[in-house]
């Protein structure tokens, strides 16, 4: 580990290096100098992410659009360079190593406070606003077909097919749910009225940082999906998540519309050029990325855990009931959904 981290550009002698936070996907590391400096050391999951250098390209380029815009060091990610002037550090492993500044806040697996959910809707909306006038093609497709929902659905349906584990006999009654949801995963990807935007795509409460005190939003992490997509699905994968009253791990979910009406009025405050046709897509983005995250969770537990990172056997599993519920829910809702943002605008 010393050998990696001394590749790296930073200030001090290194006194600690511990995990840190509760990403699904990279391995992540906070390392504190004698200096009083502090950073984020990421082992970049190239099993996900297979062009690392790419997943830096893009992350270099949208923080450095978005520091042109607001300057204050705690609102934008700030990449270190290796000592040989690269952003990402191949070690003789083959493993692809990336540090960066951190930023003392709050990275919230679930909000504490009501306002908290205002406060993410605030982040991520500023973020794709920000990001409006970011050359959208220069980006590269780090995850191909990342919230491509049918493209998902072909994806479960040949770890059905392949059953490596032998356990399609314990999820008949999800298959089918999920193949009765089928027809609507195009929904949004078809309407050609919705525009392309930078966005994020991973809008997880623990992917923006709050201030410690304030719980004002400080700072969007976890760059890896910046990707061209649709403002519905970075609202969608917020609410899954956020408005969420349980935990991905729970045994039951449903939607709190308390929550979602917070984040759905820091959203719109912060991204006031959505069109009609963006704010009218928002609550089939929320049914949508549930349904997806739901799916993909199954189709991890089918293929034997090889993408989350997971802590006990069945907790895939877990996860996409928890979804499937979460899912269902939503999409009884939605009318509602749709009345609370005419409401809010
Ligand atoms: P993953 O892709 O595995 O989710 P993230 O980039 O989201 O990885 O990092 C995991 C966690 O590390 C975040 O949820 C957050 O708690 C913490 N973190 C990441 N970057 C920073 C930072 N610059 N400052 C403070 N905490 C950070
Ligand atoms: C992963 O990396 P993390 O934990 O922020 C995943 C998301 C899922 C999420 C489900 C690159 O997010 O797409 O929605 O888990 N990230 C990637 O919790 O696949
Ligand atoms: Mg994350």
Excluded at 74 to 102: A, I, V
Excluded at 103 to 108: D, Y
Excluded at 219 to 234: F, N, Q
């Amino acid at each position: 580990m010393t050998n990696i981290i001394n590749c790296f550009t930073f200030i001090g002698n290194v006194v600690s290096c511990k995990e840190f936070g509760s990403g699904h996907i990279n391995t992540t590391m906070k390392i504190v100098t004698d200096t009083g400096h502090a950073y984020i050391l990421q082992k970049i999951n190239h099993t996900v992410f297979k062009q690392p250098v790419q997943v830096m390209e893009n992350a270099v380029a949208v923080t450095e659009h978005l520091r042109k815009k607001d300057s204050n060091p705690r609102h934008t990610l700030r990449f270190l360079k290796t000592k040989s002037g690269d952003y990402c550090l191949q070690d003789p492993n083959g493993n692809y190593w990336r540090m960066y500044e951190f930023i003392p806040g709050l990275a919230l697996d679930a909000p504490e406070r009501l306002e908290d959910l205002y406060a993410a809707g605030l982040g991520f909306g500023r973020f794709q606003q920000m990001l409006l006038d970011f050359p959208v093609q220069t980006l590269h497709e780090t995850i191909p077909h990342f919230h491509n929902t049918p493209n998902r659905y072909t994806q479960l349906e040949q770890a059905v097919q392949a059953d490596r584990l032998n356990r399609v006999k314990e999820v008949h009654p999800q298959l089918e749910w999920l193949m009765e949801q089928k027809p609507l995963a195009s929904s949004l990807l078809e309407n050609k009225a919705l525009p392309l935007r930078v966005t994020h795509n991973d809008t997880k409460l623990n992917n923006v940082l709050l201030d410690t005190e304030t719980h004002a939003p400080l700072c969007v992490l976890d760059l890896d999906t910046v990707m061209p997509g649709l403002s519905a699905y970075d609202f969608g994968d917020a609410i899954r998540f956020g408005a969420a009253a349980y935990g991905e791990d729970a045994p039951e979910n449903h939607m709190d519309f308390t929550l979602f009406t917070q984040y759905a009025k820091g959203f719109l405050e912060a991204a006031p050029n959505l069109t009609e046709d963006e704010i009218q897509a928002l609550p089939m983005g929320a049914f949508l990325m549930t349904l997806e995250v739901g799916v993909r969770f199954l189709t991890d537990y089918l293929d034997g855990d090889q993408y989350f990172r997971i802590a006990y056997p069945t907790q895939n599993l877990d996860r996409a009931n928890n979804q499937l519920m979460l899912a269902k829910d939503i999409k009884e809702k939605l009318p509602e959904m749709a009345q609370i943002i005419q409401t809010l605008r």
